[in-house]
T-cell receptor
Framework: DADVTQTPRNRITKTGKRIMLECSQTKGHDRMYWYRQDPGLGLRLIYYSFDVKDINKGEISDGYSVSRQAQAKFSLSLESAIPNQTALYFCATAATGNTGELFFGEGSRLTVL | AQRVTQPEKLLSVFKGAPVELKCNYS??????LFWYVQYSRQRLQLLLR??SRESIKGFTADLNKGETSFHLKKPFAQEEDSAMYYC??????????FGSGTKLNVKP
């Protein structure tokens, strides 16, 4: 089945370390998104991309960077992780022209000590 | 700026009771509204969208532009409806803004 896959699913790291979360999809969608989920705050948009050459900041992009290596791959990096970046991170995809349905990955739980 | 507010973090009802999950939004234009659901150990998924005016799993949601609300309703809750529900908004199908979520617990 066409899917949205996130790796790693769980990661524990230390303050100051560089971390990369990867997202790949087999849905053939052009749009990809990274969200962060925190208790009581819901999902907040970090970055989004409409194609390989298009990268856009979301609500909370500070401290994060992204790379769209191919239409199917969208990676999120934390250059120097800090404890308040401990959260559940979701990748999502959508097709242009689709009436608003986002397809989510299973999430990557990151803990920064 | 766009904002989606879900005032209830937790809503507990008994099986068979009506349920209403509240969602209010702030946006000066004409947004499109959605409800997403996350069942235990499953991915976040679309439940219903305003543009389709559909009923899914017995749930409906009416967009009230005067009150800027998009409350999710079901006349008779079932135990399998227990999940986390998120209201979401988009203004041009580019960016999607989510509320903080409401956990629905349907008791037997």
């Amino acid at each position: 089945d066409a899917d949205v896959t996130q790796t790693p699913r769980n990661r524990i790291t230390k303050t100051g370390k560089r971390i990369m979360l990867e997202c790949s999809q087999t849905k053939g969608h052009d749009r990809m998104y990274w969200y962060r989920q925190d208790p009581g705050l819901g999902l907040r948009l970090i970055y989004y991309s409409f194609d390989v050459k298009d990268i856009n900041k979301g609500e909370i992009s500070d401290g994060y960077s992204v790379s769209r290596q191919a239409q199917a791959k969208f990676s999120l990096s934390l250059e120097s992780a800090i404890p308040n970046q401990t959260a559940l991170y979701f990748c999502a995809t959508a097709a242009t022209g689709n009436t608003g349905e986002l397809f989510f990955g299973e999430g990557s739980r990151l803990t920064v000590l | 700026a766009q904002r989606v507010t879900q005032p209830e973090k937790l809503l507990s009802v008994f099986k068979g009771a009506p349920v209403e999950l509240k969602c209010n939004y702030s946006y000066s234009g004409s947004p499109e509204l959605f409800w997403y659901v996350q069942y235990s150990r499953q991915r976040l998924q679309l439940l219903l969208r305003h543009i389709s005016r559909e009923s899914i799993k017995g749930f409906t949601a009416d967009l009230n532009k005067g009150e800027t609300s998009f409350h999710l309703k079901k006349p008779f809750a079932q135990e399998e409806d227990s999940a986390m529900y998120y209201c979401a908004l988009t203004v041009n199908f580019n960016k999607f803004y989510f509320g903080s979520g409401t956990k629905l617990n349907v008791k037997p």
